[in-house]
């Protein structure tokens, strides 16, 4: 990912003055969320691991996907995603939702450089069962990374990196005025080593 | 001849210095400037001839990525900034943010009410051109490529461009910000007949 749209600080992915409440027991379909395997350097807080297929049979249902080379779906605490690679690989499509049982309430489209996306392909148009502005963004993990983490209040939500595509992960500090949003990510090796961390400022664009 | 092929060396790592430098630090001072953030005034109504006015005012401005904020001088104030880079500063709107002005939208993506942003008012809105495409938020709407006139748009997963006229030719005059080389502009388009691209419409225009 082109560093334009990131600006890379060093931060560690935590959440302070949320840390005594509990992580969210169930993830956005019901299913139970689980902790993170392995102990995530510099992660202070209750983690939430997300849940990435990269089978056949998804749960989630968008048009952008049919005839994908490649499709990973997520399902977040939040809200869920497929990320579907066009054949080639030159572009990638994402299909965000926070119910998985209608029509996708974002969309994102963008071009692969590298395998990575060169925008974070923010979009803004979905929110969460709470009523809040709710972002979605790709995240181009660096080499080696296996766990994408997201600060969120009071916890963190940790994306295992899968199906060699970008990792659409989601927010909830969104500027609407701004068109904006705000993501604090540390990424991570499978042995949880911290490889990096920045803050990504992503705009909605293009 | 060794001091000069030294020299030409030494010559071309400073240009090539020089450059870089000049690359990663781009920045353009428009929207500082010039841009504000006043709020938007509501309105009752849309018109499609209004809303081909505030088009026309960007006519001949420039382009930004994820950009929304241009003057009415008929030139680009911050020409040849680098593509798809929303921190350069520069004067324009990208494709979905002109639209998003053009069509007098909010902010908030259930709200299908109007309103009138300023030609300088720095906003893009939180439509992509994908979400346009795919009739996002409660005032926009998919329709049929055949049903379009004045003010619609044609999309596609990458651009959004509004129908200006259309040609006897079956062809279409599109108003577009059409990226960083060519600015925002009338040109002659066949995304009517482009299979990647879809008809929007945003509703409740009132003439």
Redesign the interface.
Known sequence: M?L??VTLVCASVTACEHSASKPPARLVDGTPAGAASVELEDVDVASVVTAADTGASTKLRCD?ASGAERIVERIGVDGASLTAVEPGGRAA?ACDFTRLDVR??????GRLENGGP??P?L???CRNSAGSPLAFAWVAPARGVAYVAVAQSGYVEVYPVAGDTPVRVTALDVD????RARLEISEHGVDGRRLRAYTLVA???? | MTINRALVATFAVAFVLAYAGTATAYHTRFVSDNCN?ASPTPTSYITRDGSATVALRARHEGYQ??GGCWNDNDRDDSPND?T????TGGEGG????FTFKVWREA???SDASYHQWGMLRY?????????F??G??APNVTASKSSLIKMDALAS???IGLIYAVNPDGSDQIIEAKGEAYGTNIWTRTYRGTSSYSGVRRTGWSS
């Not at chain 1, 996708?104 to 489209?109: A, D, F, R, S, T």
């Not at chain 1, 705009?203 to 293009?206: D, F, L």
């Open positions: 082109r334009a749209a952008a499509h996708p309430c974002g969309v994102g489209y060169t925008d392909r979009s803004l148009t609407l005025e701004l068109a705009q909605v664009a293009g | 953030y990525w994820a680098p798809t880079d929303a921190g990208d494709c979905s943010g902010l908030d993506t906003v893009h809105g939180p439509y992509t051109a994908a979400a495409k795919a996002s938020g997963d990458g651009h």
